[in-house]
Nanobody, 129 residues
Framework: QLQLVESGGGRVQSGGSLRLSCAPSGFTLNSYSIAWFRQAPGKEREGISCISKRDENIYYTDSVKGRFTISRDNTRSTMYLQMNSLKPEDTADYYC??????????????????????WGQGIQVTVTS
């Protein structure tokens, strides 16, 4: 069974940092477009960042640009989301996702949940003021 397993969430004060990790089980991330989504209470799940299959495209939504960094470590087949300067409005459940299609990540638009086949279970991030 192919799945993604997340770690690294938690509670942090405003201005602090967290790093989310996501590791695949049953496959490797080397040939996949990868993305991070988040869902705040009462809101829809939104795509906030992605890297395309061959690393030619990277996207950040405006609200996280300059604060969050997406990356992958092909040696360890793990993907990360480094989150700095966290704000209370970053509070949400965060989800990693992967898909073998290159078009799943474009530098021109936010990643869409419809374009991703494999998902993590979600991990909570709470930022207090």
């Amino acid at each position: 069974q192919l799945q993604l397993v997340e770690s690294g969430g938690g509670r942090v004060q405003s201005g602090g940092s967290l790093r989310l990790s996501c590791a695949p089980s049953g496959f490797t991330l080397n040939s996949y477009s990868i993305a991070w989504f988040r869902q705040a209470p009462g809101k829809e799940r939104e795509g906030i960042s992605c890297i395309s299959k061959r690393d030619e495209n990277i996207y950040y939504t405006d609200s996280v640009k300059g604060r969050f960094t997406i990356s992958r470590d092909n040696t360890r087949s793990t993907m990360y989301l480094q989150m700095n300067s966290l704000k209370p409005e970053d509070t949400a459940d965060y989800y990693c996702a992967a898909d073998p299609a290159a078009f799943a990540c474009s530098r021109l638009r936010a990643p869409s949940r419809n374009d991703y086949s494999y998902w993590g279970q979600g991990i909570q991030v709470t930022v207090t003021s």
